[in-house]
């Protein structure tokens, strides 16, 4: 148990509709990263927050959004959902600030998404 | 991970050592690692070089790093049927990481 948690494990939806994946770091964790993991592209690098503001930005579409609460959860946003989305959607945290630490993120167990 | 490529499949016989290949871009990254992912489950750190290192044993496993080719490689010795998973090689400092597309590992018997 990484100490990660997201919710939910598994999503069916249809095209053009919208989600909300939710990810709860480990305790103590500032930073939090949301990645999409599909057959076709491998890991992708979404979005970083650290404490509550954005990092660094990847991969991510403008149909996808996210922000990190004061409670420090996060939350994925995806809108007009297409068969492509379809996915794990992988949040992982990690420790900081930088300098003190190997950098090692701790992973959920992801929530695969299914667009039909 | 399109900076960090990694061979896509390996089968190995139980109790032979693996070795799983990883090519890197970022010469700026801090640390080189290799996380596992077994089926169902999200990824977990299986080991880590910091980038002035060019070796590291962990138990059965052997990270070697050679800088200037930017490649990376993790040797598993006497392969068990439970290192059957996806390995992947990620560089990174903080707040940046890239990962490889995954080498999966099935061991047989």
């Known amino acids: 148990d990484s100490g990660v948690t997201q919710t939910p494990k598994h999503l069916i939806t249809a095209t053009g509709q919208r989600v909300t994946l939710r990810c709860s770091p480990r305790?103590?964790?500032?930073?939090v990263y949301w990645y999409q993991q599909s057959l076709d592209q491998g890991l992708q690098f979404l979005i970083q927050y650290y404490n509550g503001e954005e990092r660094a930005k990847g991969n991510i579409l403008e149909r996808f959004s996210a922000q990190q609460f004061p409670d420090l959860h996060s939350e994925l946003n995806l809108s007009s959902l297409e068969l492509g989305d379809s996915a794990l959607y992988f949040c992982?945290?990690?420790?900081?600030?930088?300098?003190?630490?190997?950098?090692?993120?701790?992973f959920g167990e992801g929530s695969r998404l299914t667009v039909l | 991970g399109e900076d960090v490529e990694q061979s896509l499949f390996l089968s190995v016989r139980e109790g032979d050592s693996s070795v799983i290949n990883c090519t890197y871009t970022?010469?700026?990254?801090?640390?080189l690692y290799w996380y596992k992912q077994e089926p169902g489950a999200g990824l977990q750190l299986l080991t880590y070089i910091f980038s002035n290192m060019d070796m590291k044993q962990d138990q059965r496993l052997t990270v070697l790093l050679n800088k200037k080719d930017k490649h990376l490689s993790l040797r598993i010795a006497d392969t068990q049927t439970g290192d059957s998973a996806i390995y992947f090689c990620a560089e990174g400092s903080w707040g940046k990481f890239q990962f490889g597309a995954g080498t999966q590992v099935v061991v047989t018997p």
């Open positions: 970022d010469s700026s990254s801090t640390y």
């Open positions: 992982a945290s990690s420790v900081d600030p930088p300098g003190r630490n190997t950098g090692e993120l701790f």
């Open positions: 305790s103590g964790d500032l930073s």
